[in-house]
């Protein structure tokens, strides 16, 4: 976290706040919001207080002073680094479209870098790699790929997974310290800090034969122009594989769950795919990760450019 993010520059503001967060932990909302309200006294311009706040009030079930709070986290952090939009989004306050920014991303693997792996694959069970490796390989068997790309590669678990498959292998990722560890893999042809469109739009049309975007449309809340440039950077055949949780209650294709990720209606996913030019090569529901020791539901899908 930045500096301007770890403290308020008031020190009896920073303490309330340390104790509100504990006591947050703890079970106590109504007492982490009356400490917040006492640290927001001291420094209002403060985004974690105010983001803090929210999650207390939303605790309570109050939810419009929840948004309201985190309203004013944005407002002073416009690039949202803090994630006050997916919370607005999920507590329906605004709509998921756009609800996730960029700067929100890439502090979140920043932070969680040192830990993901282990956390990821010890604690959450993830297997997304793993998944989309078996469904290339259904979809595709015995094929190889001159040229891939990895889609928020991360520390580079899919990379693992793909590099046998690839004559040549590129990466991106949001996050420094996420691309620092996949670096020190020595996996990778080239990396690039970039987001998904970015990295797509940077290649040639044509250009590439396989695209891989493992649990990372989960933070993609519309994927029509990843899609798009998807299906310009791939040759006539290739294949972009991918995994999306699954979005299956309420009447809209697109929302923001609790765990703050975004979920995405497979009859949505699918269409927006064949609008883009892809015919679906293979589709099946699935899950990469585990929340609370319950699989989280979800799609991998294998797309093949017309």
């Known amino acids: 976290m930045t500096d301007d993010l770890r403290t308020s520059g008031d020190l009896a503001a920073d303490r309330r706040y340390a104790w509100a967060v504990a006591a947050l932990g703890e ?12 640290a927001l006294e001291l420094a209002p311009a403060w985004p974690p207080a105010w983001l803090a706040l929210g999650d207390a009030c939303r605790r309570v079930g109050d939810v419009a002073a929840a948004a309201d709070a985190w309203h004013r986290c944005l407002a002073l952090d416009p690039a949202d680094r803090l994630g006050a939009g997916p919370r607005l989004a999920e507590a329906g ?56 790309l990895d889609l928020g590669c991360g520390t580079g678990l899919a990379g693992d997974a793909l590099r046998t498959l690839a004559g040549w292998l590129g990466g991106c990722d949001l996050s420094g310290a996420m691309l620092e560890r996949a670096l020190a893999r020595g996996i990778y042809d080239r990396l690039a800090r ?41 040759a006539p055949g290739g294949l972009f594989a991918f995994t999306t949780q699954d979005h299956s209650g309420g009447g809209s294709d697109v929302a923001v769950g ?49």
Not at 261 to 285: E, S
């Open 93 to 148: 306050a605004v709509p998921a479209a756009g609800a996730i920014s960029a700067g929100y991303v890439a502090r979140l693997f920043d932070d969680y870098a040192p830990r993901f792996e282990g956390h990821l694959v010890e604690a959450l069970g993830y297997r997304g790699p793993a998944l989309v490796a078996e469904a290339i390989a259904q979809a595709a068997p015995g094929r190889r790929f001159a040229r891939v």
């Open 27 to 38: 079970g106590d909302a109504v007492g982490a919001a009356d400490l917040l309200r006492q």
């Open 258 to 306: 609790a765990d703050l990720r975004v979920r995405h209606a497979t009859k949505h996913v699918l269409a927006l795919a064949r609008a883009a030019g892809f015919d679906v090569a293979a589709h099946a529901p699935d899950w990469a990760r585990r929340e609370r020791g319950e699989p989280v539901p979800g799609l991998v899908a294998v797309l093949r450019r017309r």
């Open 194 to 234: 970039s987001d998904l469109q970015a990295a797509l739009v940077a290649e040639e049309p044509g250009s590439l034969d396989l695209v891989v975007a493992a649990d990372v449309l989960i933070y993609v809340p519309d994927l029509a122009p990843v899609f798009a440039a998807a299906a310009r950077a791939l």
